[in-house]
């Protein structure tokens, strides 16, 4: 299942993120100051990947939406963690 893209609200109680993929990328490059979330991103897909939900129970955020080709959407909202 094809990733379309991510996104986040409120990553630590600040940040929002769009991330777009495009149809024929195979890569993207994450860059921003230390602290902005990069890692905690990877983390993010890392964590759904291997259903291990425990990873958000800690974590500071409002929702995570996840929006396959297929038209699939997958929402991790921090209400319900």
Same mark, same amino acid.
Not at 2 to 8: G, H
Not at 49 to 67: C, E, G, P, Q, V
């Given at each position: 299942? =094809?990733?379309?893209? !991510? =996104? !986040?609200? %409120? $990553?630590?109680g600040?940040?929002?993120?769009?991330?777009?993929? #495009?149809?024929?990328?195979?890569?993207? !490059?994450? &860059?921003?100051?230390? #602290?902005? %979330?990069? &890692? &905690?991103?990877?983390?993010?897909?890392?964590? $759904?990947? /291997?259903?291990?939900?425990?990873?958000?129970?800690w974590?500071?955020?409002? &929702? !995570?939406?996840?929006?396959?080709?297929? %038209?699939? /959407? $997958?929402?991790?909202?921090?209400?319900?963690?």
């Amino acid at each position: 299942m =094809k990733l379309n893209s !991510i =996104k !986040i609200d %409120g $990553l630590f109680g600040m940040f929002n993120y769009n991330l777009q993929f #495009g149809e024929d990328s195979h890569y993207m !490059i994450l &860059t921003s100051p230390n #602290g902005y %979330g990069k &890692t &905690t991103i990877l983390n993010i897909v890392n964590s $759904l990947a /291997k259903t291990d939900l425990y990873y958000f129970y800690w974590l500071n955020f409002r &929702t !995570i939406i996840l929006s396959f080709a297929d %038209g699939a /959407k $997958l929402v991790v909202d921090s209400e319900d963690v």
